[in-house]
């Protein structure tokens, strides 16, 4: 009595599974891109003149700031001083908000964050 009950309930969620597993593959895709476009009417920002280069408040890591990211290391790793590198970096798209659609220029929070996790030494291959 109680083992046939089992199965029964063993069947049903079997069922929900499968049903729910289907719907995600039928409409997932465009649950996931509605759920992905910004709210509100597409309004086009005004071009600017874009950061100014020669201020330091326009760069994340640069020679001679104090602290600088550019000279973090992973935990156990030594500097090393076989020469030097230039390096630019442009972060990706981080901008995941949809209150607009494009991201204030001045977030540098998310920025560094970005940064932090994506242009830093990796030593492990």
């Known amino acids: 009595m109680y083992a046939r009950r089992f199965l029964g309930c063993i069947v049903v969620l079997t069922l929900l599974f499968v049903a729910g597993a289907f719907a995600f593959y039928q409409w997932g895709?465009?649950?996931l891109v509605q759920q992905s476009v910004p709210?509100?009417?597409?309004?086009?920002?005004?071009a600017g003149d874009g950061p100014?280069?020669?201020?330091?408040?326009?760069?994340i890591a640069r020679p001679g700031m104090a602290g600088d990211p550019a000279d973090w290391l992973p935990d156990g790793q030594a500097p090393e001083s076989s020469g030097k590198v230039a390096v630019f970096y442009v972060h990706p798209t981080t901008y995941l908000d949809r209150d607009r659609w494009n991201a204030?220029?001045?977030d540098s929070a998310r920025v560094r964050n970005a940064t932090f996790g994506r242009a830093s030494a990796c030593t492990d291959y």
Request: aromatic share 14%; no cysteine.
């Open 104 to 106: 204030p220029a001045r």
């Open 29 to 31: 895709g465009r649950v």
């Open 52 to 59: 100014d280069y020669t201020q330091s408040s326009s760069w």
């Open 39 to 46: 709210k509100g009417h597409f309004e086009q920002a005004q």
